[in-house]
């Protein structure tokens, strides 16, 4: 699990071909925005459209279950943000890379 305060430089989600093996989660807790409705926004390696992959919430606690389409075919970095907002406040981590491994084809 990673804070959503202090996250690391990168993030690994797993290897190209995986669907919904692995788990992305993020402590946002500290993030004061009681209706705040929490979310990904994400780059795939190679990619240039963001996009908002399905996420669950509960006790502060944001779940990404990564799926295949995240990992795209070759492996490489992606972008990312956490966010939250609500109709007054809204508030964003800093930007980070994702990192996907590669796999060997069959």
């Given at each position: ?20 093996f692995r788990e992305a989660q993020f402590d946002m807790?500290?993030?004061d925005i009681p209706d705040g409705v929490p979310a ?36 490489g970095i992606g972008r990312m943000q956490l966010e ?23």
């Open positions: 699990m990673y804070n959503a305060e202090s996250l690391p430089q990168y993030i690994e989600i797993g290897y190209v071909g995986e669907k919904l807790s500290g993030w990904v926004v994400y780059v795939r390696p190679f990619g240039k459209e963001a996009y908002r992959p399905p996420v669950t919430f509960e006790d502060g606690i944001l779940t990404w279950r990564v799926d295949e389409s995240d990992l795209g075919s070759a492996g939250m907002k609500s109709a007054t406040k809204a508030r964003k981590s800093r930007i980070f890379d994702v990192r996907v491994n590669p796999g060997i084809v069959r």
